[in-house]
């Protein structure tokens, strides 16, 4: 069992550099399609009427009349040195902005992550056991609710009714436990609709199942058999879906980062994106893009790990 | 019951969007400093914002750019991914190959960031979100659709219908596609609310919808500095978006149990 | 007070709705004896079954009569059940936990009852697997059930029941799940472990060679009543209800 497990762990490290060759290709050419220039953006922001020598000579000097390919080179080169480029607008190294930025956005994603589980999983459990209770009426309707909710607006909602009526915490920045808490439980609340519902209806499904019956039979306890067998039968092929959330949340934190002024990746990223800073936007791509492949390596193998009916043959 | 409340008031709205531009009280982008957040009266239902417009005539106009670039979006993505899926399925060879990989690696990670991506190639407006959510969701669509038409060629009666002599077009249109349709309705309907979510929260962060139009996650970003007074700014566009995505996913969610 | 009569059922009365499924059930096993209880599909026997280990399905409910197991009703919280009443069931591919090892299902069937240390339950183990007839131990302990065969999970289902010493064992349908060949081995099995340890068996079975080979009183079950119970001989050599002669002419 140990071996093909370490098979494939193996198998699936080796694609990673493939993927992520694959993502920065397809990212780096999906951005230099398009006719107009960022030498011509920059000199339009910083209030210069762009003039074609001056486009020239400034492209010149980011490097970016090289052939298509030479560029891309030249950025891979750095990025395996771990350099990830210098950005266009601050002619700054971007690894030193964007990976400082970094660890904010995901101390977010993970608290919205583990705050999210805490709550649905008994919530879920609970009202799958409890089929006609109000419990399980209160989950379905605001698993609706909650997944109708934008986002954003949910944020500013919260900040208004806790921050501003009641004063119970910051209205934005960080430093403190209490700065996390809304900006948390925003992220927080969409997921916990989405996985209440999911739980709650793989666990009802999972409790029509024979194995159960006999589990009475032979003396367990009902304690017993849910904590032990049915958590494990029902959570395990839902790993995948924890993962994936788990790298959307990357994704969806910088929306709530702007609502509340979390100095994480977002307000960062914005900008770069308004002032087509290339090397920017092409090193996040690439730093999620790996987190995500990441995540869903260790759920995939916890998988493997809990159930050990799933085979080697199927990879997608 | 609920579902047919549910479709009334969408139609409903439907309506509305179409004729919005006609039945405003007052013009959406008339500023008149003097008029600054007044409270709801008969001349201004939902009362005025920080530049002394009708928060009530954006929002119905609001409308038609949330609902209707969705729903732009939506069926010009499952137009590109059915055809993709059609010809991926039924070519052999390279291009087979060349797709099965691409989805791979696009699908390895959250489509969102490609969105960003290409907005940053077209530069922020609407006309770059929804370029870049329908090269999202066709990416997505089509991979869901190729797998569907898999599983539906591998079918007794597909198979009965080429064994007696059935071939190429007719063979799509008379059986493949009546059985693919269900599902592209699903996801088409799902998909509807995670899609105007999407542009609001671009359009809140900057990237999608340029003032003075009123999408409504623009007004939101432009309401939020006078939240401590003024929250009304805030909370109507608001409310809007999550009624409207409300109704999407009760009606989706109803339709596919059937 | 031992008493000989183990597992008494009275006048037991199920409905769903206002269906009536078992109408008046009145069954006796006696201490060291098999009862066979046979029936086709439909006539109520499964019901019968969970009714008696407190296991009906939620829209199921008794209307009337007692079971009592030693003179005491038996209810869902009794402790008896999974100690001095112990089940074999129909179908043992879908019984156990796919994702737990033999040696887990043991473990926590065994620490329902005793207190031991894993060592002294491994033991355990292996010596009633040795009564079932399986001696490659130390393998079947790290398989899971998806790893073998129907009748080997048979037999650990067997071994499984016997562990807690019970009294009275139901056996639901042992072997419809098997071929042929398998079949007679369980029986063969049964007969010999029935005779080894003095067990009191409530076979269900809708295959009359079963009840042949094994029962010592049968009970026919027609349309949710009892229609003949009696000694296996006299059963079936002079069978009185109209139903029963049916059965054994079909087989014949």
Redesign the interface.
Known sequence: MKKTLWLFCLKRLASLPI?LL??SL??FF??R??P?EPAE?ILRLSGVTPTTESIRSLEKEMGLNLPLFEQYWLWLKDVLSLQFGTSFVSKLPVAEELLSKFPATVLLAISSFVLALTISVPSGIISALYPYSLINKFVRMLS??S???????LG??L??IFS?QLNLFPTNGTGSLAHLILPTCTLAIPIIGLFTQTIQTAMTQELT???I?????????KK?IIM??VL??TL?PLLSLFGLTL??L???A??VE??FSWPGV?RY??E???N?D?PV??S??LI??TL??CI?LCTDILQRI????IKESTY? | MIKKICLLLLSLIGIISLFAPWIVPNDPYLIDTTKRFFNPSWQYPLGTDHLGRCIFSRILIGMRYSVGSALIIQLISSGFSLAIATIVTFRQGITKKIFI?LW???L???I???A?????????GLRSVIIALVFAQTIYYSRIFHNAMISLSEMNYIKAARVSGTTGIKLLKTHFIPHILPTLYTLLSLDL?KVI?EI??FS????GVQAPIPEW?MM?DEG?QY??QY?AL??Y??IS??MI??L???VG?KKHAN | MQTDILLNIENLCINIGQEKVLKNICLQAKRGRILGIIGESGSGKSILCRAI?Q?LPPSFQQTDGDILFNEYPLTKESTD???AI??I?Q?PM???????TIEGHFF??IK??YKMKPIQMRQLAERYLEKVQLYDTHRILKS?P?ELSGGMLQRIMIA?ALI?KPQLIIADEPTTALDMINQHNIVTLLKTLQSQEQLTILLITHDLGVIAALADDVAVIHNGEIVECADVYTCFDSPKHAYTKQLLEARL
């Open positions: 993927i694959g993502v397809l990212t999906l951005m399609i398009v107009i953006v609706i609710i997944v109708s909710l934008p986002t954003f607006w500013f909602m900040i208004y501003i199942k024979p194995y019956d006999y589990a009475y039979q032979r003396g367990l306890s017993t032990k067998h494990k039968h395990t790298g959307n990357m994704a969806g910088i929306v702007q609502v977002g990223l914005i770069s994106i308004i087509r290339y936007i092409q996040y791509v999620v893009a995500y492949v869903n809990f159930d050990p009916r997608d | 990989r791979d690696i696009l390895s990670f959250p969102i960031i490609l960003f991506a290409l907005i940053s190639v077209f530069g922020p609310g979510l609001a929260g809140f962060i900057g990237l996650g939101i939020k939240m401590r929250p805030i909370i566009p608001g978006i999550f995505v409300l999407l996913h009760q969610v | 280990m296991q059940i999974g100690t112990t089940s069931l179908n879908m019984a156990f936990d796919t994702i737990q926590e069937t329902a009852k899971y998806f499984l807690s």
